[in-house]
């Protein structure tokens, strides 16, 4: 009996030949990410060592990164309080996987890590941060753990009591229609699942519509794969996977690719045709309550919101500007726009993204997690609507129990803001 892409990659992770599903093992951690939350973690890390003799270092500073990204710049003495902890931290620690804030290698740290070369096939990465599935898009057993499980990692080097999870096989053939994109394809499968229906379980995609996917679109699905309740999402590595981590990460070390066994027993098997996809909405409060666009299309909007680690990146952008170019965001609507890193900021204003974008009357704001939380930039106001590229619509998100937020990709976002209502992009002019 074969093994699961996961299954192979922990057996490797602990030196054995084989492991089963809902075995326990103790893998040994590639990499270890956290962001602001890193000030809890390092509270809990010195606490390991408090009443001992013993020197509080971290097991291997190579193997750990951190990203300021959900609070920046500060917006309270407090952040900047734990950021200044963070520093003195890092410094005295020598981790060099370090992104301040920063104009030129700052961002949202799921897009950091790939686009650093920091994240590679097979390996174990965890992050305290939900959307730490995201880098299973290079082929990389990725999820979120708690500030008290990442201090035991920083000490140990391995994370203890994680079990081999079953696996969901989501296969998808078939050509993406126009103004279908992957964030389309991952609320389809969600909405198919339901937010608890890959509960501790892996989702492995497969099929020709992933293999001509960019990574960038992989990036997309593997983040949302959470919102069905997996511990993780995978796309076993090839010839795109190479590509980028070689052409677009910079990455000059061999790298090792391998893949499901033929004979890898699956729980579930979806099975789905790209062709047939449409436009999709997640509406409030769940991110399972998707609908085809043309159920919901005429509601009205207050704010539109593109960008986060879900679709923030270069391909996202200019999806938009190729719609905003030389129109204008409808009076009675705000729309806001921000970037996953730097890096894909300054090469949005290179290709004249941004420009399109701001001309149209969107605001442009600093790479970072802001306006998905509503922590110090984008809240809504009560009973107000939100329509956005981000990951979650739960109540209370960006800053408001009493207002509402649907998702949806970049063109239902960009084509909406035109009108002020969501709008299908097959129909806008």
Not at 257 to 284: H, M, N, R, W
Request: glycine fraction near 10%.
């Amino acid at each position: 009996m074969g093994m699961t892409y996961v299954q192979k990659l922990l057996a490797k992770a602990v030196g054995q030949s084989k492991v089963d599903v809902g075995e326990v093992l103790e893998p040994k951690v590639n990499l270890a990410m956290s962001h602001e939350n890193g000030a809890l973690v390092i509270s809990q890390f010195e606490e390991i060592y408090k009443g001992t003799d013993r020197e509080a270092k971290v097991w291997n500073p190579d193997n750990i990164a951190i990203i300021f990204d959900h609070r920046v710049p500060a917006e309270s003495s407090k952040t900047a309080g734990n950021q200044k902890k963070t520093r003195e931290f890092v410094g005295k620690q020598g981790i060099k996987k370090f992104h301040d804030v920063r104009g030129d290698v700052g961002g949202i740290c799921h897009q950091i890590l790939p686009e650093n070369g920091y994240v590679r096939p097979g390996y174990v990465l965890v992050g305290t941060d939900s959307h730490t599935t995201t880098h299973g898009a290079l082929g990389a057993f990725s999820f979120g753990v708690g500030a008290t499980e990442m201090a035991s990692v920083w000490t140990l080097g391995r994370i203890l009591n994680v079990e081999v999870p079953a696996t969901i096989k989501v296969v998808v053939n078939g050509k993406l229609p126009a103004y279908v994109y992957p964030k389309d394809l991952i609320l389809y499968v969600i909405g198919k699942l339901t937010a608890q229906g890959a509960n501790y379980k892996v989702l492995e995609f497969h099929g020709d519509t992933i293999r001509n996917m960019s990574t960038s679109g992989r990036l997309t699905i593997c983040n949302m794969s959470v919102e069905a309740g997996a511990t993780s999402g995978l796309v076993p590595p090839d010839e795109e996977t190479l590509r980028y981590l070689r052409e677009e990460a910079g990455v000059k070390e061999k790298i090792e690719t391998f893949g499901p066994d033929a004979d890898a027993v699956y729980e579930q098997v979806l099975e789905i045709d790209a062709s047939k996809l449409t436009p999709q909405i997640a509406c409030p409060h769940t991110v399972d309550n998707v609908k085809p666009v043309t159920e919901v299309k005429g509601k009205k909007l207050h704010q539109i919101v593109i960008g986060s680690c879900t679709n923030g990146r270069l391909d996202d952008l200019e999806v938009a500007a190729k719609i905003l170019k030389g129109k204008r965001v409808v009076d009675g609507t705000r729309m806001l726009v921000f970037p996953a890193s730097w890096r894909i900021y300054h090469k949005a204003m290179d290709l004249g993204f941004i420009q399109d974008i701001s001309r149209a009357g969107a605001v442009v704001c600093n790479p970072g997690c802001g306006p998905c939380l509503g922590i110090h930039q984008g809240a809504l106001g009560d009973n107000e609507v939100a329509l956005a590229t981000t990951n979650r619509n739960f109540k209370g998100r960006m800053g408001n129990p009493k207002a509402e937020v649907y998702l949806c990709s970049p063109a239902v976002a960009a084509a909406s803001a035109l009108t002020g209502v969501i709008t299908d992009p097959r129909e806008a002019k």
